[in-house]
């Protein structure tokens, strides 16, 4: 009787014949593939060599029915009454291993960039990414001594697999300090097996090894520079201490107005410290669009798309407030018939502090007169209120006092706009390290804050207000008293 204990050194795609197998090679009649045929010649060599060293240990190639049946048959509990549902079975016809992919011509693709009517067998080819696999099964016949070759003692001791990306998955791992691993049988004598899986790979010279990584650096090179090229240099850097925002913008909406056809007349006012380049639209006009019924109210949808570009430029004496971020002035109005306009609304939006994806809807109102003769004018004759300076909705730029009066101005509340807004940033400062961004105190740091900016500007001011008053009291003091007094203090 051989050992209950067998040890074998397994290669990739190596085929260790198993007992069952043995017995159904032997007879030619049950060869029906070349692959069997194979087998066939290979067990008869192997009898009259002496007979197979392995008797519980074996293998099944990436070629053997075993384990393309394996992967198509794979459960997802453990249970023996498991019922596939639909997707398991659509998937299991799904083939991922050594599917070989045929390049695109370019004068295909340019003609099939969407197959209207795809056949059973695109989908199966383009259902997962297809990357060819190879596997590979280091299987064990625990089958009592006297009983092998029963297929229902067959368990699966590793499962090997080697993607086209040269990645090997081996599974379960290599045993090393964790201790063997055990399979439990279900019979009568309840018998535990332990196995080891041992990695005896030939270790790989240092001289190899280097001839290894410089193959690998000059691959990664080329690959690089195949990318620098798909890129090219036109990409742009900009300088320290700026700071630059692409906004790819849209008007989506417009709903709860009082007339028709609307458009939407917008600008873009930029602060101090800010620029754009000299292609740069700072403005624009939609088209005139009708309004359809939504639930209770009128919507006018433009989906009118714009671009803008801006660059923050931090100067000597920016670096002690915080800067104003732009903002976009916009204002609703309505055409008729008669080529009468009315003024629907006047509304203003602060950019986005923030990079990504930004929905707002913002509220509008128009200034109103007392009266029914100017809502007659309105009706009949068109025309309205209107600001002779739109920057009027928020504080004008051209405004240099300390307070701000709107008493005896009257508005009144009108519908609103929504805008769909994706911000981009590029800045250095994305790319500095920690402790250089803490000492520079960098633009985006400090732009963070930006929704408290108003409260937190006005503390500013009024601590530099009562700096300045501080150090001209000093300065008016004898110095004599300013001598004596410092001890003290």
């Keep these: 009787r051989p050992p209950d204990e067998e040890e074998a050194e ?17 007879n030619e009649s049950a060869c029906q593939t070349p692959l069997d045929r194979q087998y066939h010649e290979e067990i008869l060599k192997l009898e009259k060599a002496g007979g197979r060293k392995n008797y519980r240990i074996f293998t099944y190639t990436d070629h053997d029915r075993f384990t393309n049946l394996e992967e198509h048959c794979q459960k997802l509990t453990d249970s023996d009454h498991e019922v596939p549902s639909y997707l398991a079975e659509r998937m299991a016809n799904v083939r991922r291993r050594r599917q070989n992919r045929r390049p695109i011509e370019l004068s295909s693709l340019k003609s099939k960039i969407i197959t209207w009517e795809p056949s059973e067998e695109f989908i199966k080819n383009n259902h997962v990414i297809n990357t060819p696999v190879q596997t590979m099964y280091i299987m064990g016949d625990l089958g009592p001594y006297g009983k092998l070759g029963h297929r229902e003692h067959e368990h699966v001791l590793c499962t090997v697999k080697v993607d086209s990306n040269g990645v090997i998955t081996v599974k379960p791992d290599f045993t090393g300090t964790k201790g063997a691993y055990w399979i439990k049988l279900d019979g009568e004598k309840q018998e535990v097996w332990k196995y080891t899986i041992e990695n005896a790979s030939v270790q790989v010279q240092p001289e190899e090894e280097e001839r290894e990584q410089c193959v690998f650096r000059d691959l990664y090179g080329r690959h690089k520079e195949y990318l620098s090229g798909l890129v090219g240099s036109e990409f742009e850097m900009t300088l320290p201490g700026t700071l630059r925002i692409f906004v790819n913008g849209e008007i989506v909406s417009a709903q709860g107005y009082e007339y028709d056809n609307l458009y939407v007349h917008f600008f873009l006012e930029l602060p101090n410290y800010w ?15 009708a309004t359809k019924r939504v639930g209770w109210d009128k919507v006018a949808y433009f989906c009118y798309p714009f671009t803008l570009e801006m660059f923050f430029t931090q100067g000597e004496e920016s670096e002690d407030s ?8 916009f204002e609703v109005l309505s055409l008729d018939f008669w080529q009468r306009y009315r003024v629907e609304g006047y509304g203003s939006l602060v950019l986005p502090a923030s990079p990504g994806l930004h929905m707002l809807t913002i509220p509008t109102w128009r200034p109103v007169e007392l009266g029914t003769v100017a809502e007659l004018r309105r009706f009949f004759i068109g025309g309205s209120p209107e600001l002779e300076d739109i920057t009027y909705v928020r504080i004008p730029s051209t405004f240099k006092g300390e307070r701000l009066s709107r008493f005896g101005f009257r508005t009144e509340t009108t519908g609103s706009v929504t805008f769909r807004l994706y911000c981009l940033q590029q800045s250095k400062a994305f790319l500095e390290t920690s402790a250089l961004r803490q000492r520079m105190q960098s633009v985006l740091d400090r732009l963070g804050s930006f929704h408290q900016q108003s409260s937190v500007y006005n503390v500013l001011e009024a601590f530099q207000r009562a700096r300045r008053r501080m150090q001209e009291a000093r300065e008016s003091l004898p110095q004599d008293l300013i ?3 410092a001890p003290t203090v």
Excluded: H, M
């Excluded at 397994?10 to 032997?26: A, I, M, P, R």
């Excluded at 754009?276 to 006009?285: E, I, K, M, Y």
């Excluded at 915080?322 to 002035?329: A, D, G």
């Design 322 to 329: 915080l800067p104003q971020w732009p903002v976009l002035y």
């Design 10 to 26: 397994v290669g990739w795609q190596e085929k260790l014949f198993s007992q069952f197998e043995v017995d159904l090679y032997q």
């Design 483 to 485: 001598s004596t007094s």
């Design 275 to 289: 620029s754009s380049p000299a292609f740069q639209q700072l403005s624009g006009v939609t088209q005139t669009c």
